[in-house]
């Protein structure tokens, strides 16, 4: 929230001018942030399970969201389209990467699987 609530005072030392786009782009990355947050343990948790391909699959699909969600959006909302297709991006890995942990075989099962 101090990123946000100082956004004025940190575009002001990058741009020059009228910055109330800058800010307002700021605050929304600010509102992002979180969800990519929460994509980080999941991810982990899936790498160290040894759920590779699951993980591969996860941001392979938020990769073509992501291309596709800019190739539609940017050239009508230009930066604003950029915002929601990030938004749109991490919000769908965060989404895979939950439900990928519910499906995640019972502990038991998982320590007793091999490291390699």
């Known amino acids: 929230p101090l990123v946000a609530i100082l956004a004025p005072f940190i ?32 991810s982990l948790t899936l790498l160290a399970t040894q759920q590779v391909k699951r993980y591969f699959y996860i941001y ?5 969201t992501g291309m596709l969600a800019n190739i539609i959006l940017v050239p009508r909302w230009m930066a604003n389209g950029t915002l929601i297709a990030i938004g ?4 769908l890995i965060t989404v895979l990467v939950s439900l990928a942990l519910f499906r995640l075989p019972d502990k038991k099962s998982a320590i007793e699987q091999p490291l390699l």
């Open 11 to 42: 575009t002001r030392f990058f741009v020059q001018g009228p910055q109330e786009d800058a800010v307002f782009y700021l605050r929304v990355l600010c509102l992002i942030l979180p969800v990519v947050c929460f994509n980080i343990p999941g």
């Open 60 to 64: 392979t699909a938020g990769f073509l």
């Open 88 to 91: 749109l991006t991490e919000l």
